[in-house]
C-alpha cells in the first residue's frame, strides 16, 4: 500500500495505540475470530474422512471437481475487482470503483449459484441430506457456511455500491429512501440474471439440443428475463450521474474493511476446496 494510502487511514479514521485504524482493528478482531471458527469446521469434517463409517458414501462418486474449480477459479478473480477497487477509491477514482464493486459483486452471485446448484445436484442425483450421511453433515456444514459469508460479503459490497451514488448535498433527505429502492433493484436485476442463467444451463442439459434448449428456455423462464430486464433498465437509470457525491479518498478505509473480509473469505475457500475436495483424489 502507498504512504498515501496510509495518510488516508490516519485522518479519516482515528487510531488506535497500535497505528492501526479502528475500523481495520475491529475488523482482523472479527476475522481472528472467524478463522478459528472455520478452522473447527474444517477439522471435523477432515477428522471424520480418516475414518468414514462402512458403507458410506464416496466423495469420489458425489463430488464435481469440474464445476467446484470453475467456482473456485470465479471467486479467486473476485478478489483480484475487490483489489482494484479499493485501489481505485484511494486515488478518488469513484467510477472504476462502481465498475469493480458491481465486478466483484457479480462473481459472487455466480459463485452462489454454483454452490446452489451443486447442492441441489447432490440432493437430487447423489442421494446426500444433510442427515443421511456424516459426509453429507459436515460437507453442508462447512459449505453452507461459507456460502453464508459470501452472501453476507454480496449484501455489503451492494450496500457500499449504492453508497457511492449519496449526493454530496441532500437538502430534501430524499436520498435516504431512494438508497433502498436503488439496494432492491440492484439485488433484484442481480438474481434474475443469475437463476435465468441457471434456468438457461438447466435447459441445455435437459434438451438434446441447443436450439431446443434456447426454445425450452424462453418458453418457460420468460418471466426472469423480462424481470432482469427490467430490473437492468431501472439500475441503469439510477446509476445516471446526478452532481457530485459525498463519496470519495475518504471512504478508502471502508472499502479497504470490506476488501480484507472478501480476501478472507476467498482464503478460507481456498482451503476448503483443497480439505474438501482434491484431498479426496490424492488417495
Given at each position: 500500500?502507498?504512504?498515501?494510502?496510509?495518510?488516508?487511514?490516519?485522518?479519516?479514521d482515528?487510531?488506535?495505540?497500535?497505528?492501526?485504524?479502528?475500523?481495520?482493528?475491529?475488523?482482523?478482531?472479527?476475522?481472528?475470530?472467524?478463522?478459528?471458527?472455520?478452522?473447527?469446521?474444517?477439522?471435523?469434517h477432515?477428522?471424520?474422512?480418516?475414518?468414514?463409517?462402512?458403507?458410506?458414501?464416496?466423495?469420489?462418486?458425489?463430488?464435481?471437481?469440474?464445476?467446484?474449480?470453475?467456482?473456485?477459479?470465479?471467486?479467486?478473480?473476485?478478489?483480484?475487482?475487490?483489489?482494484?477497487?479499493?485501489?481505485?477509491?484511494?486515488?478518488?477514482?469513484?467510477?472504476?470503483?462502481?465498475?469493480?464493486?458491481?465486478?466483484?459483486?457479480?462473481?459472487?452471485?455466480?459463485?452462489?449459484?454454483?454452490?446452489?446448484?451443486?447442492?441441489?445436484?447432490?440432493v437430487?442425483?447423489?442421494?446426500?441430506?444433510?442427515?443421511?450421511?456424516?459426509?453429507?453433515?459436515?460437507?453442508?456444514?462447512?459449505?453452507?457456511?461459507?456460502?453464508?459469508?459470501?452472501?453476507?460479503g454480496?449484501?455489503?459490497?451492494?450496500?457500499?455500491?449504492?453508497?457511492?451514488?449519496?449526493p454530496?448535498?441532500?437538502?430534501?433527505?430524499?436520498?435516504?429512501?431512494?438508497?433502498?429502492?436503488?439496494?432492491?433493484?440492484?439485488?433484484?436485476?442481480?438474481?434474475?440474471?443469475?437463476?435465468?442463467?441457471?434456468?438457461l444451463?438447466?435447459?441445455?442439459?435437459?434438451?438434446?439440443?441447443?436450439?431446443?434448449?434456447?426454445g425450452?428456455?424462453?418458453?418457460?423462464?420468460?418471466?426472469?428475463?423480462?424481470?432482469a430486464?427490467?430490473?437492468?433498465?431501472?439500475?441503469?437509470?439510477?446509476?445516471?450521474?446526478s452532481?457530485?457525491?459525498?463519496?470519495?479518498?475518504k471512504?478508502a478505509?471502508?472499502?479497504?474493511?470490506?476488501g480484507?473480509?472478501?480476501?478472507?473469505?476467498?482464503?478460507?475457500?481456498?482451503?476448503?476446496?483443497?480439505?474438501?475436495?482434491?484431498?479426496?483424489?490424492?488417495?
Amino acid at each position: 500500500m502507498s504512504s498515501h494510502a496510509g495518510t488516508i487511514d490516519h485522518h479519516h479514521d482515528p487510531s488506535t495505540s497500535t497505528g492501526i485504524p479502528n475500523k481495520k482493528l475491529l475488523m482482523w478482531a472479527f476475522l481472528a475470530s472467524d478463522c478459528m471458527f472455520f478452522a473447527t469446521l474444517i477439522s471435523t469434517h477432515l477428522i471424520y474422512r480418516l475414518h468414514p463409517p462402512a458403507n458410506g458414501l464416496d466423495p469420489k462418486v458425489v463430488f464435481s471437481p469440474e464445476l467446484t474449480s470453475f467456482s473456485t477459479f470465479i471467486l479467486l478473480m473476485s478478489s483480484l475487482m475487490m483489489a482494484l477497487a479499493v485501489t481505485a477509491i484511494q486515488k478518488s477514482n469513484v467510477k472504476s470503483c462502481r465498475w469493480s464493486l458491481l465486478a466483484t459483486i457479480l462473481f459472487g452471485l455466480i459463485f452462489l449459484g454454483c454452490q446452489v446448484y451443486e447442492f441441489n445436484h447432490f440432493v437430487l442425483e447423489k442421494k446426500m441430506t444433510l442427515s443421511n450421511s456424516i459426509l453429507g453433515t459436515t460437507f453442508y456444514t462447512l459449505t453452507g457456511t461459507h456460502g453464508c459469508h459470501v452472501a453476507i460479503g454480496v449484501l455489503w459490497l451492494s450496500l457500499m455500491y449504492v453508497r457511492s451514488f449519496k449526493p454530496a448535498s441532500d437538502a430534501t433527505g430524499s436520498w435516504f429512501g431512494k438508497n433502498i429502492l436503488h439496494v432492491v433493484v440492484l439485488l433484484g436485476a442481480l438474481l434474475t440474471w443469475l437463476f435465468a442463467t441457471l434456468g438457461l444451463v438447466h435447459a441445455i442439459q435437459a434438451e438434446p439440443t441447443l436450439g431446443a434448449a434456447v426454445g425450452h428456455f424462453f418458453q418457460h423462464d420468460y418471466l426472469l428475463i423480462g424481470g432482469a430486464l427490467v430490473t437492468t433498465g431501472i439500475l441503469i437509470a439510477f446509476a445516471r450521474a446526478s452532481g457530485p457525491v459525498d463519496f470519495d479518498e475518504k471512504n478508502a478505509i471502508d472499502v479497504e474493511s470490506m476488501g480484507l473480509y472478501w480476501h478472507f473469505v476467498d482464503i478460507v475457500w481456498i482451503v476448503i476446496f483443497t480439505a474438501v475436495y482434491l484431498l479426496e483424489y490424492l488417495k
